[in-house]
């Protein structure tokens, strides 16, 4: 089977695998793995920010963060498909008393002027409290923000004295798309999250990376939320490989999608390539009369797995270890599977 899920599939390669063996190890609970320290080092400074503390898991980071920066009854403001508002189980509710508030976005980014609007209507039981910005926007296909546009919503959060965590799970993937060094958003963040287990390719791990007095609230949020660990390095060792060696390729992953999406598109399928920023491909399923579920179906049955990006649109990801002749399959069975117009 060939899968095109989720960029999740990744699998360690048998360098990254040699090098966690290798891993120089300590407690890392008493700061002491030395594997780990590097890692946060790095992180900070490719994220444009002062210190990073590394996690199990990117969801954990963004909880951890919107702990630390909101308080009960505060509003968590983001686009309506944000990662943080539909895939982490209410965390912001259930974790830190947060009420979440998701607005309609274009191309997964919301407005300056949404922001105002939310500000205007809060009151001081449920004040706005935190924006959440997500780049890339997975729920909308893996988009990009536009440095501008991030900036002026930034600016506005200041100006209405709204903190800002960028969930940047995939921020590597924006910075490689757009050419902009991922410390250009990170840094105009009070917090900022980065994934190693997506495209990145490492089996588990993620930092949250914001200033000093940030990340030392941050480090008790570790405990209270179950991340701390023991000898971390072994896995802090694949990230930082995979810093050394799977950023640059990511515009690999990148062209991969963007054959995939025209290949598609020319065989008939309601696919956008101009959508097609980073490593996902959004097929749009209305016009074929076939729901998620089904595609998902007919598409496995020739040997292709394919996930849901949201409802009525199916989701097809590139990743390390999706190879041209993976994506040369896919436009060939996909068209057949859903029944395009237009032969291959």
């Known amino acids: 089977m060939i899968d095109l ?35 946060q080092r790095r992180a900070a400074e490719l994220l444009g920010q ?35 508002l539909i895939f982490e189980a209410g965390g912001p509710a259930v974790h830190s008393g947060l009420v979440m508030r998701g607005l309609p976005g274009v191309a997964g980014r919301i407005s300056p002027e949404q922001l105002q609007e939310v500000a205007a209507t809060a009151d001081e039981l449920q004040p706005a409290s ?10 909308a296909g893996g988009r990009v923000w536009p440095l501008p546009e991030f900036e002026a919503v930034v600016a506005t959060a200041r100006e209405l004295g709204l903190a800002v965590h960028l969930d940047g799970a995939r921020l590597l993937n924006a910075s490689v798309a757009g050419g902009t ?7 105009r963040a009070d917090t900022v999250t980065l994934c190693f287990s997506k495209g990145l390719g490492c089996p588990l791990g993620a930092v949250l990376a914001g200033s000093a007095a940030t990340m030392r609230e941050a480090w008790r949020g570790k405990f209270l939320f179950g991340g701390a660990m023991r ?6 060792a694949a990230a930082l490989y995979a810093l050394d060696h799977h950023v640059e390729r990511l515009h690999e992953d990148h062209a991969r999608a963007r054959r995939l999406a025209e290949g598609l598109a020319a065989a008939g399928l309601p ?29 496995a049955r020739e040997g292709i797995l394919v996930s849901g990006l949201r ?24 068209p057949r599977a859903l029944g395009s117009r237009v032969a291959v």
């Open 5 to 39: 899920r989720s960029d999740t599939a990744t699998q360690p390669m048998a360098e990254m695998r040699a090098a966690m063996a290798a891993a120089e190890v300590g407690d890392e609970q008493l700061r002491e793995d030395p594997t780990v320290n590097e890692l």
């Open 50 to 84: 002062e210190e990073a503390l590394f996690l199990p898991t990117a969801t954990m980071a963004n909880q951890i963060a919107l702990s630390v920066l909101g308080r009960p009854g505060g509003q968590v403001i983001a686009e309506e498909r944000t990662h943080t």
């Open 130 to 139: 935190i924006v959440v910005l997500e780049n890339t926007h997975r729920s």
């Open 181 to 187: 060094p991922a410390a250009e958003y990170g840094r």
């Open 231 to 236: 000898q971390a390095g072994i896995v802090a």
């Open 271 to 299: 696919v956008d390539p101009e959508a097609t920023e980073t490593n996902f491909v959004a097929v749009e399923l209305e016009s074929l009369g076939v729901s998620v579920v089904e595609a998902e179906e007919r598409i």
């Open 311 to 334: 409802p009525g649109v199916l989701r097809l990801a590139t990743y390390l270890g999706v190879t041209d002749e993976d994506v040369e399959a896919a436009v060939d069975a996909i």
